[in-house]
């Protein structure tokens, strides 16, 4: 298993190194990863298509080649597409797609998160956890906010490489694990 997430943390890396340094570009790539990961998941037809080993990959490629396209995804990365499907690596689609994404996060130095609160709360109170988040990552971060009232209070911050849990349900369960009751 440790190869294959080897494997999967090369194909992100080449998929970001042929991708243009801008980030419309980067992001393009990412979209199209996603789509390509919810297609392979949740499509037979397309799953059948990128591992039926009976499909040329001309064919293959010319499908991925016409969605690109209308994605906006620079042709540069449609040669390491071309290597994956020709190792047959596209079930690890998904795992290509949230290692690019730190990939990504590393290039531009800007952090995807999400900012998970117990209840709806002021932009000012978002803004002075964002920027204490910004403050121990040492690089931007784009916050996307969302709620779970079963953290009480507090919240939780989470990215692809680490999470924050401030929120008072934590707290609580820790209280309750130390005073032997659970």
């Avoid at 039926?52 to 064919?59: A, D, G, L, R, S």
């Avoid at 800007?110 to 109170?125: M, R």
């Avoid at 990552?137 to 709620?147: A, G």
Wanted: aromatic share 6%; no cysteine; net charge positive.
């Amino acid at each position: 298993m440790k190869r294959n997430k080897d494997l999967a943390r090369k194909l992100a890396r080449a998929l970001a190194k042929k991708s243009p340094k801008d980030k419309e570009s980067l992001l393009a790539v990412g979209e199209f990863l996603s789509i390509l990961a919810v297609l392979y998941r949740k499509s037979t037809e397309a799953k059948h298509l990128f591992v039926n080993p009976f499909v040329p990959k001309e064919k293959k490629l010319e499908v991925l080649r016409e969605l690109a396209k209308r994605m906006g995804v620079p042709d540069e990365v449609l040669e390491v597409f071309g290597y994956i499907l020709e190792i047959n690596a596209f079930p690890m689609i998904s795992e290509i797609k949230r290692l690019y994404d730190h990939e990504v996060e590393r290039i531009m130095r800007v952090s995807k998160g999400e900012l998970l609160l117990a209840s709806e709360v002021d932009d000012e109170v978002v803004e002075k956890i964002a920027s204490s988040i910004k403050e121990i990552l040492k690089r931007d971060i784009d916050i996307e906010v969302s709620y779970d009232p079963s953290l009480i209070g507090g919240f939780v911050f989470k990215t692809s490489g680490f999470v924050i849990d401030a929120s008072v349900k934590r707290q609580l369960g820790k209280l309750l694990t130390v005073g032997g009751r659970i």
